[in-house]
Nanobody, 124 residues
Framework: QVQLVESGGGLVQTGGSLRLSCAAS????????TGWFRQAPGKEREFVAV????????YYSDSVKGRFTVSRDNAKNTVYLQMNSLKPEDTAVYYC?????????????????WGQGTQVTVSS
């Protein structure tokens, strides 16, 4: 079992930056692929980014590519999402999720463990 806790959300102006953290307990993240998803009010949960267990492979949605960076520190059992050049449309609850599956996935249904989410609000 893995418990995931996100932190680092908040209110920021357009063009600003935030760094989200996803801390794991109960099991090491170093054997798990970890993804970030977000859900805005009235919208479905959407994929943002994923990083493989070693940190050697990453994949981003087109909407955040070039602005967001996912990374991990396995010694700290933590995955990060650095978000730069934030836009109002990035406003959402951001979730981290982990999977023991062998493939990197952009599908929420393929993830086994989820955090409770952290709110990111970008003001215009």
């Amino acid at each position: 079992q893995v418990q995931l806790v996100e932190s680092g959300g908040g209110l920021v102006q357009t063009g600003g930056s935030l760094r989200l953290s996803c801390a794991a307990s109960g099991r090491t993240l170093s054997s798990l692929h970890t993804g970030w998803f977000r859900q805005a009010p009235g919208k479905e949960r959407e994929f943002v980014a994923v990083i493989n267990w070693s940190g050697g492979r990453t994949y981003y949605s087109d909407s955040v590519k070039g602005r967001f960076t996912v990374s991990r520190d396995n010694a700290k059992n933590t995955v990060y999402l650095q978000m730069n050049s934030l836009k109002p449309e990035d406003t959402a609850v951001y979730y981290c999720a982990a999977t023991g599956g062998g493939l990197l996935s952009i599908e929420a249904r393929n993830y086994d463990w989820w955090g409770q989410g952290t709110q990111v609000t970008v003001s215009s």
